[in-house]
């Protein structure tokens, strides 16, 4: 890949060394997007184990070093990337989570202490919406710079579904999965396109539509009752953030970020299409949904508000 000047100088925190958080760093490290890797658990054995055993990796990568750190370090990171929580067990809803993991995100935020101000956050931890917003309020960063993964993994799941029924590839696929990281997510098909040709040209039947839809937004269920969690489309997910951060791609993503009128939602982080670059989020692109996506949108907004 092409090499990154700024990303010879970059230290990433990720705080959390579970399985997202090993995983996302082991994938930064892959992808040689970082000069440093913190990783940041309260089980520090846990900590430990993951860095011994990346730490193997690094003859082969650029990253200079991976270690473990304590939540003060995080203070002085270029990007924080927040995996600590409980995460789903088999059953278990995103929203099922949220009590745990709002008090998990206060004390770590508590014990980081102030963060530089050109620091970019970037939550995983479910449900990612609701701790978007509170990191939000109490990081003392600007909200430009606080934002989720939200609906990226999904709209990477649609991508790769999409691809498959029309025999393409998935980097082919435009379009997204917009509003919660969760069940009243949707497909917005009427930003799909494929190879410059819209989704509704293209004659996939309705109901192949609906399997693509129901699919991905069970995905994450589906992977938990087999092996316990997902990680590995979450780990490139973050990857793919954070290489358009450091090389300042100013790419369109689909993140969970404050609305301010888009679509006629406001005062409440949901995923809509960000312009992501070194500064953050630039300005949420001005897509004009459907009348039904505008509905279900205003379903994901009324979803997020009850817990905030
Ligand atoms: P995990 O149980 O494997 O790891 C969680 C880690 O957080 C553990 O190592 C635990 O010790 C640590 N932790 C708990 N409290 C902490 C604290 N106060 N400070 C530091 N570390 C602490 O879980 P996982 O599979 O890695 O999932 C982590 C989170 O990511 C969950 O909330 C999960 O739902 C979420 N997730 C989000 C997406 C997404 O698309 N946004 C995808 C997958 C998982």
Known sequence: MESCATCHTQK??????????ATTAYTLML???????MLIDVNEAKEEG???????????????????????DAANAD??????????????????LVNKNKAICASIFKSIGKIKPT?????????VDIITCLVQNISGLDNSHVFGTGTSLDTARLRTEIGKALGVSAQNVDGYVLGEHGDTEFDAFSTVSVGGILIKDLK????????????VK??????????GATFYGIAMTVADIVEAILFNQHKIMPLPVNLNGWNGISGVCLSAPAVLGRQGVEKVWPLKLSGSEKRRLQKSAKAIKKFL
């Not at 990433?12 to 997202?20: N, S, T």
């Open 204 to 215: 996939l039947p309705k109901a192949k539509l609906y399997e693509i839809e129901e699919k």
């Open 218 to 227: 069970n995905a994450a269920y589906e992977i938990i009752s087999r092996k």
């Open 79 to 96: 990007i924080i990337v927040l995996t600590a929580g409980a995460a789903q067990k088999p059953g278990e809803t995103r929203l099922d």
């Open 50 to 72: 993951e860095v011994m055993d990346i730490d193997d990796i690094l003859s082969y990568v650029e990253t200079g070093a991976i270690k473990g750190a304590d939540f003060k």
């Open 31 to 37: 992808k040689n997007l970082a000069a440093e890797i």
């Open 119 to 127: 620091a970019i956050i970037v939550v995983v931890a479910n449900p």
């Open 12 to 21: 990433i925190a990720i705080i959390g060394a579970g399985a997202v958080g």
